[in-house]
């Protein structure tokens, strides 16, 4: 079992930037790759960013790409999300998740899942 705890999540004008944090329990988590997500009001929950257990592999959506960047320490159980050039259409709750059920890390099919931090941008 994983459990996911995420934080960092506030409020900020556009333009600025926000780290966040996702730390982990469970002695299995080297071993997973782990996901950000995010879901804005209304809408679907949809894919942000992905990293292999080694962190030799990330993927981002193309919304974010060059923007965000994901980013995890082992040693310490903790993957994050550093955004920059944050925009008003990245308000949203942002959650992180271990473990992909399938090959499709983009896909929120994933095994365990934080409670969610609130981001919101100002314009």
């Known amino acids: 079992q994983v459990q996911l705890v995420g934080s960092g999540g506030g409020l900020v004008q556009a333009g600025g930037s926000l780290t966040l944090s996702c730390a982990a329990s469970?002695?299995?988590?080297?071993?997973?790759?782990m996901g950000w997500f995010r879901q804005a009001p209304g809408k679907e929950r949809e894919f942000v960013a992905a990293m292999s257990w080694s962190g030799s592999y990330t993927y981002y959506a193309d919304s974010v790409k060059g923007r965000f960047t994901i980013s995890r320490d082992n040693a310490k159980n903790t993957v994050y999300l550093q955004m920059n050039s944050l925009s008003p259409e990245d308000t949203a709750v942002y959650y992180c998740a271990a473990a992909p059920r399938s090959g499709a890390w983009t896909t929120p099919n994933y095994d365990y899942w934080g409670q969610g931090t609130q981001v919101t941008v100002s314009s």
């Open positions: 469970g002695r299995t988590f080297i071993s997973y790759p």
